[in-house]
């Protein structure tokens, strides 16, 4: 769905850093929403974090660049990375295009239903997402 011409997911969950998480089992992938990659715009390169690799609320998930600035992003919640699209690191451009789809960052496991209470979805993640494109 649009909203003032930005891609609204309604089956995920949100944070208010604009992480958007897809809960599959023991599974969560992660990504940026459509708010964040269009702010940035020309996004020239991204590091992301390494397979294996167990991240707490404070570290660094992924450092992206564009127009001459980073953006560090950090996950929402506590987890072991699983999985990392590499796709991304010849691509960054699908963070833009593609931000639900190809454009996802990296897959995590995480065991706490607890750390989705603390994200946004259903009526709660709409509201937030359509007060975040009318204040851009």
Do not use: Q
């Not at 999985?83 to 691509?91: C, I, S």
């Amino acid at each position: 769905m649009k909203i003032n011409g930005f891609e609204y997911r309604e089956n995920l969950f949100y944070n208010k850093k604009h992480i958007w998480v897809k809960k599959i089992g023991k599974k969560w992938i992660l990504g940026l929403d459509d708010i964040i990659t269009k702010r940035m715009g020309d996004i020239t390169d991204i590091e992301i974090t390494y397979v294996d690799n167990e991240l707490y609320k404070d570290d660094v998930l992924a450092t992206i660049y564009y127009h001459g600035e980073i953006k560090e992003i950090f996950p929402p919640f506590a987890g072991k990375v699983v999985n990392v699209n590499e796709d991304l690191e010849k691509e960054p451009e699908l963070l833009l295009t593609d931000p639900y789809g190809k454009g996802w960052l990296v897959e995590m496991e995480n065991e706490s239903e607890e750390d989705l209470d603390r994200l946004m979805s259903g009526d709660n993640a709409e509201e937030w997402f359509c007060r975040e494109v009318i204040a851009d």
